[in-house]
């Protein structure tokens, strides 16, 4: 698997995300945004990257904090992400500058097709929400025990991706209240969504270092199912059976 450090500019700060792909891509293939955890560019972000990536999709990893920006813990982590949470005008930038960066590098080189998706972890998940709420011309974006509320809902028209959610229903960290402020804010705006929920799953269950009782557990069994539930979203929404 390649992976090459990419370096782009947004309002004066640098930003370092991850171009992933095999070295077996003999035509374009589909472009996959990845949008990390509240963790950042760490290197389970490229090993994940990888992870999507296999012989399917050319993957970039975002850089949502900036060049040498990096969480030491969670608390680190929240100070970064908690701002972006309360500015989506500001995540949004930030996100867009990342996949038109992507889309500009993997172009010129070739590497990719006319296919578009994103997905997104935790607070990754959020952002990979806020780049389709600002009306990103994506076929999907699937955002995994995620952040769902914004204090820039969407308008009708706005979104142009199919959306999925998925999700634990007893996770803390984003009730029930959040998923049903999400389901009315997508009808609001008229777009195409579906939701799947896991009973008895808590919140980053594909991350293999959650644990923290009640709070966060990974679970080998629904990140397996997680995977192919997001493939096969991606490949319908790529050809058109939304």
């Known amino acids: 698997m390649q992976v090459e450090h990419v370096t782009y500019a947004l309002a004066g700060q640098t930003y370092v995300g991850a171009l992933v792909h095999d070295d077996k891509v003999t035509k374009p293939r589909p472009a996959l945004l990845m ?15 990888a992870l999507l990536a296999q012989d399917r999709y050319v993957v970039f990893a975002v850089d949502m904090y900036g060049e040498g920006i990096r969480p030491k813990d969670f608390a680190e982590a929240a100070a970064l992400a908690n701002p972006l949470r309360d500015d989506p005008a500001e995540a949004r930038r930030r996100v867009r500058a990342a996949y038109d960066t992507f889309l500009g590098l993997a172009r010129q080189r070739g590497l990719i097709n006319d296919q578009r998706a994103a997905v997104g972890f935790c607070f990754g998940g959020g952002n990979a929400l806020e780049l389709a709420r600002d009306g990103a011309d994506v076929a999907a974006v699937v955002a995994i025990h995620s952040d769902l509320k914004t204090k820039a809902p969407a308008r009708p028209g706005d979104i142009k991706a199919a959306l999925l959610v998925i999700h634990g229903t007893p996770d803390p960290v984003v009730p029930k209240a959040d998923r049903d402020a999400f389901e009315a804010e997508m009808d609001a705006a008229g777009a195409k969504w579906q939701m799947l929920l896991f009973s008895g799953i808590l919140h980053a269950y594909t991350d293999e270092d959650s644990n923290v009782a009640g709070v966060a557990i990974y679970d080998a069994n629904a990140t397996r199912q997680t995977y192919a539930l997001t493939h096969g979203f991606i490949a319908d929404a790529f050809a058109g059976q939304l």
């Open 35 to 49: 949008c990390p955890n509240w963790m950042g560019m760490r290197q389970q972000a490229i090993d994940r990257a």
